[in-house]
């Protein structure tokens, strides 16, 4: 059965805010200035996903999440007690990404109005570039070439 598209939305919306804050227990774990500026851009997008699902929710009529439940709660609590220096936080990050992107993908098979798949499609597209730039960062020990 096909989940309601404000369902859909809310359950990206909590998944943004969570995103949100455990980029924001990654940045504070990171030792070089580019990958803590990097990763608060990837921050700074989940913001603007936010900004973006929660005012079409509103605008077909929904109530847009506003609070993180405890799913989210417990992965930045895991952001950052594993988060000790540049390696750690890319890698709890990279598994965050790699949650975000299957959310966002499961979403596009759903029923979407062509508003919120377009939202849907570009906010999945930031999560690919995410996850492949924390990839590459991993795979080129971006926090040994800083040093």
Do not use: P
Not at 62 to 68: F, L, T
């Amino acid at each position: 059965m096909a989940k309601d598209v404000i369902e859909v939305l809310n359950d990206l919306i909590q998944l943004d805010r969570d995103a949100i804050a455990s980029y924001e227990q990654a940045i504070k774990a990171c030792e070089h200035v580019q990958t803590r500026e990097m990763l608060a851009r990837f921050r700074d997008d989940h913001a603007r996903h936010v900004v973006d699902l929660s005012a079409h929710v509103v605008a077909i009529g929904g109530v847009a999440a506003q609070d993180r439940d405890l799913k989210g709660k417990i992965i930045e609590g895991f952001t950052a007690i594993t988060s000790v220096g540049d390696h750690s936080a890319l890698l709890a990050m990279r598994g965050n990404e790699e949650l975000s992107n299957r959310y966002y993908e499961a979403a596009l098979n759903e029923t979407l109005t062509t508003e919120a798949r377009a939202i849907v499609e570009r906010n999945y597209g930031d999560e690919q570039r995410h996850l492949a730039w924390i990839k590459d960062a991993l795979s080129r020990k971006a926090w040994e070439q800083a040093a």
